[in-house]
């Protein structure tokens, strides 16, 4: 795998086989090569890889999102990004909750399930 593409499924064995910083730079590698403008790239990629991960991994959850958001109508980058939308949430309560317990991964879970492709549209993300 010598590059990486948002709208293509990587193939888990090869993603995985990445150490982590390969990964974080074939996903920022794309978006620079593909000109697009982001504030802080390497924040991007970072989604960008941890969610490339969890489908690799076969976290049901996520890939469950992934279809389910792509089958009402978002690209499959659109659909990472839609997840990450999630995730970005998530970890910002991971963050803000941390002196009282935090969140667990089932919150993360249920905030897959409620998103929809018409409520992240909405949301000018």
């Known amino acids: 795998?010598?590059?990486?593409?948002?709208?293509?499924?990587?193939n888990p064995e090869q993603w995985l086989e990445y150490d982590e910083a390969d990964r974080l730079d074939l996903?920022?590698?794309h978006h620079q090569s593909?000109?697009?403008?982001?504030?802080?790239?390497?924040?991007?990629?970072?989604?960008?890889?941890?969610?490339?991960n969890q489908l690799a991994e076969g976290l049901a959850e996520v890939q469950s999102a992934?279809?389910?958001?792509?089958?009402?109508?978002?690209?499959?980058?659109d659909a990472l990004h839609a997840i990450g939308s999630v995730l970005a949430e998530h970890v910002q309560g991971i963050?803000?909750?941390?002196?009282?317990?935090?969140?667990?991964?089932?919150?993360y879970f249920h905030g897959l399930e409620k998103l929809t492709a018409k409520k992240w549209l909405a949301s000018g993300q």
């Open 95 to 107: 963050l803000q909750e941390s002196s009282s317990g935090g969140k667990d991964t089932q919150d």
């Open 1 to 10: 795998m010598n590059s990486y593409d948002p709208d293509q499924t990587p």
């Open 66 to 77: 992934l279809d389910r958001l792509m089958g009402e109508g978002l690209d499959r980058h």
């Open 34 to 52: 593909a000109g697009i403008e982001l504030p802080n790239t390497r924040i991007h990629a970072a989604f960008h890889t941890i969610i490339e």
């Open 27 to 29: 996903v920022m590698d």
